[in-house]
Each structure stands twice: as C-alpha cells, then as structure tokens.
C-alpha cells in the first residue's frame, strides 16, 4: 500500500523510492548477515537486481548507503514507539520496543550495531539524517527510561545509559540467533525469555 506521500510524487518518483527502498531492504539483509566491513557494493546490486553503475546512482558510497539503511532503521523504531499507546506504562513500552527489535532480528533485517573500530562508524556520525533520528529516538528512551525509573519499575541505581545502551544491544542480541538455531523454541518465546533476562534478570 503507498503512504500518502508517495501518493503525491510522479510515477517517476515512485519508481525511485521503490527501487530506493529495495535497495536498502537488501542492505539490511547483508548488513544483519555479515556486518558493514564484509559487504560489497557487488553483492547489494546483484541482491536488488540491478547493475552495480545503477546501484550508485542512487547512492554514491557503501558508507552513505549503510547510514541510509541506518537510518531508515531509526526512523521505523521511531514509528514503532509512536504507535504505542499514550497511556501505555514506560516499561510497558520500553519492553515492546525490545521485543519488536529482536523479532526483526530474528527476521534477519535487522543491522549488527557498528562496532567503534568500523569505518562505517565515521561515515554515520558525518550522516545528519542519521544523527537527527538517533538522536529523536534517543530521546524518547531516555525519558520512558527515567519515568520507569522514577516509578519503580527499573532500578534508579543504574545510570539511564547504562539502561539505554543495553536496551540498543538488545537489537542484535547473538542470544537470538543461538536460540533459534537450537531450534527449541519459537520466536515468540525467544523474544520473552530475552525480555525477562533484560528486564528482569537471572537471578532466583
């Protein structure tokens, strides 16, 4: 179905957010599956279908195509936490926004986080696209994360980016795919034994 602002460009312009989004859809593919530095631009065209010279087109580096999948992420997690109910408790929402990472890890589409020693780190610090939206997302944590805190439901004596940047690492859990390669249990419950162990603990 197109969004309603899809719906007001040219068939032209359609046809380019189409091939835009395909493109990024096969990145986050090769980025979930083997991480920023092991991906060719070969491999992205050859995955959408399209000559290499067409694929730079639309994006000039690996490095700016990457910070667009990133992005694109960032703002579908956006989207995710402003579809939650208002009234809905801060854990209760922190939790959903977890759970909808991991099942769209385990969905495989879902980017490895970069690691600090990656040159694609760089490349999405240089993105203001990205930045804008981690930053909106960043936000909107921090804040479930410090009502969840001031009513109790989390630990007030862990530091907020303590909570915030286990709650990103719990994206690309490798919990995940271990469980699901064991193949004893389902998606959902792999999704609810790793809320419980984030939100709750190990302990008896």
């Known amino acids: 179905m197109l969004s309603a602002e899809t719906k007001k460009l040219t068939f032209k312009q359609q046809q380019l957010v189409f091939r835009e989004n395909a493109i990024l859809d096969a990145v986050n593919g090769l980025l979930a599956k083997k991480g920023f530095d092991l991906m060719t631009m070969d491999e992205v065209a050859a995955e959408v279908g399209i000559a290499k010279a067409s694929l730079y087109k639309h994006f000039e580096s690996k490095e700016i195509l990457s910070a667009a999948s990133m992005t694109r992420l ?11 109910p208002e009234a809905l408790p801060p ?30 780190q760089q490349a999405l610090l240089a993105y203001p696209p990205y930045i804008e939206k981690l930053s909106a997302l960043t936000e909107r944590l921090g ?8 009513d109790g439901t989390l630990s007030r004596t862990l530091p907020g980016e303590v909570i ?7 994206s690309c859990d490798p919990v995940a795919d271990f469980l699901k390669m064991g193949g004893a249990f389902t998606d959902d419950e792999i999704i609810d034994l790793l809320i419980r162990t984030c939100f ?3 302990t008896g």
């Open 91 to 120: 854990m209760d929402k922190l939790k959903a926004i977890v759970s909808w990472a991991i099942r769209t890890h385990l969905g495989g589409t879902m980017p490895r986080l970069p690691s600090t020693r990656s040159s694609i």
């Open 74 to 84: 960032m703002e579908q997690t956006i989207a995710v936490a402003l579809s939650l």
């Open 164 to 170: 915030l940047y286990t709650i990103f690492a719990r």
């Open 143 to 150: 804040t479930w994360i410090e009502q969840a805190q001031a």
């Open 200 to 202: 709750e603990g190990m």
